[in-house]
């Protein structure tokens, strides 16, 4: 019997299986939908709806290069020790490629695009390998970034992708430069790439915290201003990338670095994996017991 597009699309909504697996079984069972469940549950591609509602904190980092254009993403998964298997890795190289090349603009638009333009989409591809990894999988967040034919990209991994960081250098084509540039940022986390893009109010609160510190320590007032000032410099240091001194090379300042090199940097993006994510909390025994009792 020919099955609907309203059939898939109510399986696919109760087992949270591909689009193509849900049509398969469908046909296998000639439209039986109790019959399609039983079916994906015994090849295994139901198990990833149970796993939506799971914690997916941990994960990679990863970035994918394309001629001039490059995106830095985050897949997220339940455990660091699963970002160790091959299939982990080849999900990271198949959404790379795909995001380069198709560019969505939001997360979501990007899991509604067939993967590599064709097929299944990259939300039925994740949820295929949900169930054949066992955990819970997301895409997270992602950064399409583009350069010019006489800049570079740096591209750095640290940790296995605990950290990542893509850089751009105006200025000049040497990867290696722009890669050294994005190991620094990975180390000491910047957040500004120049004074001038610290925010005024920003700015204007630290002058008032270190004038109280100021005063507080006994200082006349006469010399706190220039003291306040004297302590910007350090608090520039601690959020401006140009500031900084320079991870492989304290004597110098990243600014004094890239510019003998002819560049100047452009911007990058840093992700540290699991930033600003809630983290469930389990003793060991709960969690043997958990896996026990599935």
Known sequence: MAVTAKQVKELREQTGAGMMDCKKALTETDGDMEKAVEWLREKGMSKAAKKADRIAAEGSASIEVDGNTAVIFELNAETDFVTKNDQF??????????LVKQQPATVEEALEQPLHGEGDTLQDYI???VAKIGEKISLRRFAIVTKGDNDAFGAYTHMGGRIGVLSVLEGTTDETVAKDVAMHAAAVNPRYVTRDEVPEEEVNAEREVLKKEALNEGKPEHIVEKMVEGRLNKFYEGIVFTEQA???DPDQKVKQYVSEKGASIKGFVRYEVG?????????????VMNQVNK
Do not use: P
């Not at 890795?89 to 795909?98: D, F, I, R, T």
């Not at 809630?278 to 709960?286: D, H, Q, S």
């Open 89 to 98: 890795k080849a999900m990271l190289s198949e959404l790379g490629q795909h």
């Open 127 to 129: 949820t295929s390998q």
């Open 246 to 248: 320079f991870v492989k």
């Open 275 to 287: 930033e600003g994510m809630e983290k469930k909390e389990e003793n060991f025994a709960e969690e």
